[in-house]
């Protein structure tokens, strides 16, 4: 064999079994290497000695490497330990966190993408100035339709007002829009809700514009225009570059300012973009809605979530008005939370017992660490609860729009209070029927006793550890010397009917 | 958990009842087997893996000393333990031409 031939196959031994020592446990490669180096070096001395030109040989040594990925394998396969098959999980606590932990996995999920409940979450977390108020007719039967006429908004903008510093008037129309291209250029039209606002909205209802462009850029004279989020996600593909883009709206053209937050929309008026003017209401036409900020004067005298406001028509005839809080949409989805779990907690005696039935634990036979294991247990099983009770309750309250804010609200309440009430009381009888050594959940339930008629048999139903460590006795009838369920340790001998559990009694 | 050691009425594979006696012939490295019982590496080798995770066969290292002085890399030596002595006695019994095809050092002195 030629030096050059000789190295080559050398090379091709070496990545042989360079190559089978991946398949081998980590922990275990290095020294399988070891071996294998060895073995080869041997093997070369007997099959192929260097200078001996032998093809005969060359193969051999090849076939003995090739072995090592066999014996790679066998390594492999014999390191697989046992995985924990979920039949085996049954009952077990692992489990139980663990369908808890996905649970709240999903519907955290649901709710991150449901568009409502991301709304409501942001409109809350950025909260809305107790100062501010919807002005409306008091004779309007229905809060969601304008019913401020454009001329009443001038008069009270010229008066000094001692209540109110400062008024904001907008007015949504359907018009349509389309971007403004360069002749020859075609795009698609729209149709939105725009809002021709007066320029000062945003500042009033304290909400920060998105993706603006940087002050001096818009030299044109063209009004502003804010898209609603949806808009921008819906029609511009929620592009970060939108700011400066020029659209025709209706008969005149607009440059897009920026966007405006998610929850913005839930002022009343079904809205896709602000057009921000000096003085929308200067031109006559329909009616539309006003938001004034009270100065703390005004606050002090108009606390209230809606108040009567007594003013005067620009013909000096008397005009009721009804101003209402912005705030008053009433309290967020946590507070009402907090509220309905607080309701439950005081509920929750009356539907089920409080105690965890511990009090027939011998604590010779529960160690330390298991007591601790149990309570960690019962800890980890409210933490889990809490929260999934929360995002479920937002997801069907606010994950379907059409439900309106305030039926949104009642449905959180309901379902948060149902939900927590009887979601702690399976929390609490699941750990009464947890054995006390392994905290897993006793099976096998069996009626003992014949039904009493004098009330003085006992008779009740008994539950087995299936790891065959306990018995758990829970009484039918209440009795003075048998009133709670108490639990048996199971001694040795036992031992014959769980034989290949992997039992352990302390 | 240690696995229990296998007893001595297992029932070994031809295979495995080969490498116990060939081992128990004094052939105490992977490739001094290969040369006696004419097996390919790809079934000796996996085949003393499970045999030393029965616990019926034990390796140790040779001492790096011995392999530097024989200018050659150390060698993974197997021996019997006792369980496998007695599966081995178990395996004769089962197989009877196991000593003629691999006679122990005593033996071949004979």
Known sequence: ?506 | MAREPKLAETKLSHTAAMILQALDAGFVYGFSIMEMTGLPSGTVYPAMRRLERDELIRSHWEKQAIADAEQRPPRKYYKLTAAGKATLQASRRRYPLLERLIPTEEARTV
């Open chain 1, 1 to 506: 064999m030629r030096p050059s031939s000789d190295w080559a196959y050398r090379l091709l031994h070496f990545g042989l079994l360079r190559g089978a020592s991946f398949l081998v446990p980590t922990e275990q490669r290095e020294e399988w290497r070891r071996e294998w180096r060895g073995e080869l070096w041997h093997v070369r001395q007997v099959c192929a000695p260097i200078g001996c030109d032998s093809r005969q040989g060359t193969r051999e040594v090849t076939a003995f490497c090739l072995g090592a990925f066999q014996d790679a394998l066998c390594l492999r396969r014999a390191d697989r330990r046992p995985r924990l098959p979920f039949a085996a999980m049954e009952g077990t606590a692992r489990q139980t966190i663990l369908i808890l932990a996905a649970t709240l996995a999903a519907s955290y999920a649901i709710a991150l993408l449901l568009p409502g409940v991301r709304a409501e979450r942001s409109l809350w977390a950025r909260g809305v100035n107790p100062n501010l108020v919807l002005i409306e007719e008091a004779a309007a039967t229905d809060a969601a339709r304008p019913s401020i006429a454009p001329e009443q908004f001038r008069s009270w903008q010229g008066r000094r007002q001692k209540f109110f510093d400062g008024f904001a008037f907008y007015r949504v129309t359907r018009e349509s829009v389309e971007a403004e291209l360069p002749p020859g250029a075609t795009s698609d039209k729209a149709t939105w809700g725009v809002a021709r606002a007066s320029s000062n909205l945003f500042a009033l209802l304290g909400l920060p514009v998105r993706f603006t462009e940087p002050a001096g850029v818009n030299d044109e004279g063209l009004p502003a225009l804010i898209l609603s989020e949806a808009v921008w996600k819906r029609e511009f593909g929620a592009d970060p570059q939108v700011a400066g883009l020029v659209l025709r709206l209706g008969a005149g053209t607009a440059r897009v300012a920026g966007v405006a937050p998610d929850g913005s929309l839930a002022l009343p008026g079904n809205v896709d973009a602000w057009l921000l003017e000096p003085n929308p209401a200067a031109e006559a036409g329909g009616a539309g809605y006003v938001i004034a900020r009270l100065t703390p004067a005004g606050k002090a005298e108009m606390w209230a979530p809606s108040f009567r406001i007594a003013s005067n028509t620009p013909d000096d005839a008397e005009d009721d008005l009804l101003g209402v809080s912005l705030e008053q949409w009433g309290p967020g989805p946590g507070a009402l939370y907090g509220f309905a779990l607080l309701l439950a907690l005081l509920a929750l005696p009356a539907i089920t017992t409080v105690s965890l039935g511990e009090s027939s634990l011998n604590p010779r036979k529960t160690s330390w660490s298991g007591r601790l294991h149990r309570w960690s247990f019962l800890v980890a099983k409210i933490a889990l609860l809490l929260p999934i009770v929360y995002f479920v309750s937002l997801d069907l309250a606010y994950g379907f729009t059409t439900l309106g804010r305030e039926n949104a609200a009642y449905v959180q309440l309901v379902f948060t209070f149902a939900t927590s009430l009887f979601g702690l009381r399976w929390v609490l009888k699941d750990q009464r029927q947890r054995c006390p050594v392994c905290v897993r959940r006793v099976a096998h339930p069996a009626h003992v006793g014949q039904a009493s008629r004098t009330f003085l048999d006992w008779n009740g139903t008994e539950m087995m550890c299936m790891g065959g460590h306990t018995l758990l006795h829970v009484p039918s009838l209440p009795t003075s010397w048998f009133s709670s369920q108490r639990w048996l340790y199971l001694d040795t001998s036992w031992n014959f009917l769980f034989a290949g559990s992997t039992r352990h009694v302390p």
